[in-house]
Structures are given as C-alpha cells and as structure tokens.
Nanobody, 121 residues
Framework: QVQVAESGGGLVQPGGSLRLSCAAS????????RAWYRQAPGKQRELVAV???????YYSDSVKGRFTISRDNGKDTVVLQMNNLTPEDTAVYYC???????????????WGRGTQVIVSS
C-alpha cells in the first residue's frame, strides 16, 4: 500500500526559510507528478507547486520566485524549498503523488496527512 509522509514544517519568522520533504513508500508502478498543496484556515486547499515526471514544473503565482520544487526519483522524494516566507504562507502543506499502483489500476492521487507551517514574528 502506498503511503505518503511529509516532514519539515514548523514555526518561522517572516523572511525566513523552510524546507519540506515528502517521501512515498510502497510500490508505485508509474508516477506522473508530485505536488505540494496547502490549506490555510477557512480557505480551500490550493495547489502550490508541481513537478511532472518529465521534470517540468509549475508554481502558483503567489509563490513563484520564492519556492522551489525538486524531486529525487531514486528515493521517491520531493522537496519544497520555501524562501522569503510571509504570514500569508501559513497553512497546512500537503504532499500529493499522482500515479498508478499497478499497470492495470486507475490513476490515483495519494496524499500525505500534512505538515503545519506557521510564519509569524
């Protein structure tokens, strides 16, 4: 069974940096993309960044130029480097892995439980 786990959240001052990591365990036949989402209190979950299997990336406008997503396919991990953080970045950050467990199964979104990021002075 595929499991996804995030780490690296915490409390940071405005202007600071944090590095989030996400590891997927269990066999995945094919991974199409890895992504980070976030959900702030009272708001809907939103996409932050995506790295596709071909290496292309996408960032939301709110984090472009400040966040960097990267992957290590050999370790099945994805990292979100977050710089110049602001209080508006405060949220629970979720890792998402989109793929197929087996060649004959449907494409599935695998989610972690989230890690809290608080940006405050």
């Amino acid at each position: 069974q595929v499991q996804v786990a995030e780490s690296g959240g915490g409390l940071v001052q405005p202007g600071g940096s944090l590095r989030l990591s996400c590891a997927a365990s269990g066999f995945i036949f094919s991974v199409y993309a890895r992504a980070w989402y976030r959900q702030a209190p009272g708001k809907q979950r939103e996409l932050v960044a995506v790295v596709n299997n071909d290496g292309t990336t996408y960032y939301s406008d709110s984090v472009k130029g400040r966040f960097t997503i990267s992957r290590d396919n050999g370790k099945d991990t994805v990292v979100l480097q977050m710089n110049n953080l602001t209080p508006e970045d405060t949220a629970v950050y979720y890792c998402n892995v989109r793929g197929k467990e087996r060649s004959y199964t449907a494409v599935t979104d695998f989610w972690g439980r989230g890690t809290q990021v608080i940006v405050s002075s």
